[in-house]
Each structure stands twice: as structure tokens, then as C-alpha cells.
């Protein structure tokens, strides 16, 4: 799950990166190929997916399909609700009926989590995170720019950093602190709300706090402390939303929460 986040956070900030890096080199030779212009980051990305689609299009089918083993355990309740779903379909067509029973099996595991308090507020918690961090991946550099005065490239470049370490040093932190209190299983779980908690405080208090510095190196210090503090919040809050929720839940919860 980390390495999963990580690989996000990497991506979004390159391709910040280099959005900034090109936006200030209009017209100038890539390689010497050809000159830049607003078409160069679309093209770029295209050339980045295609060793992707070969890498997935090539790949053997034992890699893609997964052991027996790793799939989760059948819930009994689950499985024979659903075998009485089936034999009230039997009259209708298999194609109608598959559709008709996953999609209230689908309907069910929503009210099932909506149900669940912990879950829901985790997940607006979350929801919350993500809206504030790409406000301020906005922004921040126009802030910069426009009302600290500062070149473009400049601060570009410490953008990136910020973006780049506070998140990946953040989610490795709050990892090691929420298993180091006791992890977010069985009864561990208020410790668990209070580790998140704190991580959220301090990352809006910080974020408060760049309105009020003028200097540069002052606000980026905090940007960093409260992109870090945010960071570290979304392992355990993760991992507060898959140990809340039934294992046949847990790929419909990913879902809802992504979702949201």
C-alpha cells in the first residue's frame, strides 16, 4: 500500500516538474527535435505510457492471474445470500440475472458501509486531505510568484522538492508510528484515531501558518511540515478503512472511498 501511494505522489510530481521546466522553455529545442510549444507535455506523456502497454500487453498469463491463495475467505453468509439470489433468477435470462444479483449484492455493501461510522468519517477525512492538497498543488506556485516575488523557475524547483519529500518521507513516518503504538487492528484502533488525529492538526496548523511568513525558505519549511504531516495521516487512515470493514468488503470500500 505505501509503494502504491509513493508511486502516485512520484508521478504527480514529476509531471509537475516537468510541466515547469517546459513552460518556461516556449520554442526551444527538446533533444533537437524539435521546438517546444504546448503540445510537447501531451506528447510526452503519450511516449511514457507505451513502455507500460508493451510491458502489460507482453506479460505471461501467470503473472497476471493470482493463486487461489491470495483471494480472500468466503463469508458463508455472504455466499449462500447469494446462492438464493440465484435460484430467484433461475426464470430469467443468465446474462440479466448475473447483472440483477451483482448489483445488489453491489447495493447491500453500500449500505453496509454507510452504516459504519468509522468508515465514513475516515473516508471524508481523506476526501478532505486530497481536496486541500491539490488546492494547494495550485496555488502555491502562483503564491510564490506572484505575491513573494519570486522566479518562476525558482520556485519550481522548490515546489518539487516539497512535493517530492515531504509525502514520500511522510507516508514511511506514519507507518512506523501508527505500528510502533500498536498498529489499527482489534483493540488498537482508538490509538490509531488519535495518531491521525495529531497528524491532522499539525498539518493545518502549519498550513495556517505559510499566510502569515513572508520569506520564502520560511514557507517552504512549513509547506513541507504540513505536506509531511498529510502524508503521514493517509497510511493510517488506510489502514483504519480495510481493518473496519468486513473482508468481503474491503475491494467495495476501496472503491467507495475512491470514489469519494
Known sequence: MAFTQLGGIGGT?????????LSRLQDAKVFGLAATSWRTPFVLQSIALLPLI???????????NLPAASFAIPDPERDGGLALRGDETQGQPSALGSVWRVLRTS???????????LYVITTLGMSTLYFVVTGIQFWVTEY????????KINVVVLSTLCFLTAPTSGIWCGGYICDQCGGYRGGQQRMAVRVATVFAGLAALQAVACVYVSDIYRFAGLLWGSLFCGAALVPVAIGMILSSVPVHHRSLSSAVSQFA
Open 13 to 21: 510530481v514529476l509531471g509537475y516538474f516537468l510541466g515547469g521546466v
Open 54 to 64: 508493451c510491458a502489460l500487453t507482453c506479460a505471461s498469463p501467470k503473472m497476471v
Open 107 to 117: 447495493l447491500k455493501g453500500v449500505k453496509s458501509l454507510l452504516m459504519n461510522r
Open 144 to 151: 510564490m510568484v506572484v505575491v513573494l516575488k519570486f522566479g
